[in-house]
């Protein structure tokens, strides 16, 4: 069965750092581009970045660049997204997802930036 | 990167059809023949329903269809069910990036 977990969401302070990370299974990993997508409580869906299966071509939202950085280890079956600079209109469950079609998705993970 | 617009509800009866419009420019959906659908209940994660403008996942109900004309993608539910009541996103590449549509609430009455 494929798999998407996601973790380390939690509470972090305007100006701060979190890493997410998305532990893949059921699939070779290695052969797909994965994405990070969010959602404001209450609000719709929003991409935040993608990332090819060899990590040649990488992209990111206007509203996430250069605070966000998207990578991924095959060797381990696991994506990532070191967020910095966190602001509050940070906060929203983010997600995982499998390829350019966004199929299948992990459960989500909190990411809260309060003071 | 503007967010594709969606009405924000449709309603219908069971076994009534329902379309959702999902309009964006012609760098998004007018450009490429790459809009996907999800469907996500209150609480869950969106699950894919269609992409490629009209493929359908399997599992997916042949009740679910898509379409696109021009700056315009459709999503089509035939045959409403009661478990059909969620919200509705639709998705376009636009170039290397995606874009969201702003959602829409689909009631089953």
């Known amino acids: 069965e494929v798999q998407l977990v996601e973790s380390g969401g939690g509470l972090v302070k305007p100006g701060g750092s979190l890493r997410l990370s998305c532990a893949a299974s059921?699939?070779?990993?290695?052969?797909?581009?994965m994405n990070w997508v969010r959602q404001a409580p209450g609000k719709g869906l929003e991409w935040v970045s993608s990332i090819s299966s060899s990590s040649s071509y990488i992209y990111y939202a206007d509203s996430v660049k250069g605070r966000f950085t998207i990578s991924r280890d095959n060797a381990k079956n696991s994506l990532y997204l070191q967020m910095n600079s966190l602001r509050a209109e940070d906060t929203a469950v983010y997600y995982c997802?499998?390829?350019?079609?966004?199929?299948?998705w992990g459960q989500g993970t909190l990411v809260t930036v309060s003071s | 990167q503007s967010a594709l617009t969606q009405p924000r509800s449709v309603s219908g009866s069971p076994g009534q059809s329902v379309t959702i419009s999902c309009t964006g420019t012609s760098s998004d959906v007018g450009g490429y023949n790459y809009v996907s659908w999800y469907q996500q209940h209150p609480g869950k994660a969106p699950k894919l329903m269609i992409y490629d403008v009209s493929k359908r996942p399997s599992g997916v109900p042949d009740r679910f269809s898509g379409s696109k004309s021009g700056n315009t993608a459709s999503l089509t539910i035939s045959g409403l069910q009661a478990e059909d009541e969620a919200d509705y996103y639709c998705?376009?590449?636009?170039?290397?990036?995606?874009?969201f549509g702003t959602g829409t609430k689909v009631t089953v009455l």
């Open positions: 998705c376009s590449y636009a170039g290397s990036s995606y874009v």
């Open positions: 059921g699939f070779t990993f290695s052969s797909y581009s």
């Open positions: 997802a499998r390829r350019e079609e966004f199929d299948p």
